[in-house]
Nanobody, 126 residues
């Protein structure tokens, strides 16, 4: 049984930093993508950062240069380093992992991911 558990969220002032972690247990799909999504109140779930098994990364434009996604070699833990946080980054952040391989074209689509964590709240005050 695959379980994803996020941690590291909290409240920070604009310009601050947070590091999110996602502990993955039972996840043996080593060739697929893992990602961070976020959902702000009243908005849809948005893909933020994606990493494949070879370490190739991709970011949504609004976080480029500020966020960094990474993983340990065994893909047991996924990270999201968030710097220069802005009020617009306030959201619930979710870790996601694939069960089957989708095209890289769909990397920011929630439909491409079968496993989800429960989320960790990030609140940025201006």
């Amino acid at each position: 049984q695959v379980q994803l558990v996020e941690s590291g969220g909290g409240s920070v002032q604009a310009g601050g930093s947070l590091r999110l972690s996602c502990a993955a247990s039972g996840y043996t799909y080593s060739n697929y993508f893992m990602a961070w999504f976020r959902q702000a109140p009243g908005k849809g779930r948005q893909g933020v950062a994606v990493i494949d098994s070879e370490g190739t990364t991709s970011y949504v434009d609004s976080v480029k240069g500020r966020f960094t996604i990474s993983q340990d070699n065994a893909r047991n833990t996924l990270y999201l380093q968030m710097n220069s946080l802005e009020a617009e980054d306030t959201a619930m952040y979710y870790c996601a992992a694939q069960k089957s391989q989708w095209s890289w074209f769909f990397r920011f689509s929630a439909a491409a991911y079968s496993y989800w964590g429960q989320g960790t709240q990030v609140t940025v005050s201006s």
